[in-house]
T-cell receptor, first 118, second 117 residues
């Protein structure tokens, strides 16, 4: 079952503006990750935030995590045309259920398709 | 480093045929996994492995087999292809401590686009 859900499904903004996308999940996690996928390509890892962290930065990316609300946000500042892509959040999960502890793999949401207009 | 490589890039099969999708990584990662991506869906985990000789089922394992005889290779076998298996398949690898079994940053291959007619 897909645990993460991104919002919005699609986002179109002008170059130079900031883009914010959100992710909600259902069960407790060890970490949450964000990935980017350009059309027809594999996913590329952007950032990982652990469950005991609240905010993390990497270049123009800022990720927040609120475990009490089971939600995360990804902010891309000063967007560029090259940022046009789909963005996915992923959380670790256990096939057999249970909270915390080990995990079997990652579960991905359906993604946010971001279009940066020149 | 080549990272994660997948072959073939494209494949068309007839219903009932079998085939193997190849995946290899040169980063000495213990954890490897296979996902499928369908339109409008996120990635779904098919099978995974936490090390050579160890494999386990993911969310959607039916119709697929895997093996992990070496750290580097993790082939995915379709036993008897069905139209429902038309999808894009991604292999990924990552560091994952065998003790805590938590997959960290995943490195993805370029994908195999499979069509079953």
């Amino acid at each position: 079952s897909q645990q993460g859900e991104e919002d919005p499904q699609a986002l179109s903004i002008q170059e130079g503006e900031n883009a914010t996308m959100n992710c909600s999940y259902k069960t407790s996690i060890n970490n949450l990750q964000w990935y980017r996928q350009n059309s027809g390509r594999g996913l590329v890892h952007l950032i990982l935030i652990r469950s005991n962290e609240r905010e993390k930065h990497s270049g123009r990316l800022r990720v927040t995590l609120d475990t009490s609300k089971k939600s995360s946000s990804l902010l891309i500042t000063a967007s560029r045309a090259a940022d046009t892509a789909s963005y996915f959040c992923a959380t670790d999960f256990s096939i057999r259920g249970g909270s915390g502890g080990g995990a079997d793999g990652l579960t991905f949401g359906k993604g946010t398709h971001l279009i940066i207009q020149p | 480093n080549a990272g994660v490589t997948q072959t073939p890039k494209f494949q068309v099969l007839k219903t009932g045929q079998s085939m193997t999708l190849q995946c290899a990584q040169d980063m000495n990662h213990e954890y490897m996994s296979w996902y499928r991506q369908d339109p409008g869906m996120g990635l779904r985990l098919i099978h995974y492995s936490v090390g050579a000789g160890i494999t386990d089922q993911g969310e959607v394992p039916n119709g697929y087999n895997v093996s992990r005889s070496t750290t580097e290779d993790f082939p995915l076998r379709l036993l008897s292809a069905a139209p429902s298996q038309t999808s894009v398949y991604f292999c990924a690898s990552s560091y994952s401590n065998r003790l805590d079994r938590i997959p960290y940053e995943q490195y993805f291959g370029p994908g195999t686009r499979l069509t079953v007619t």
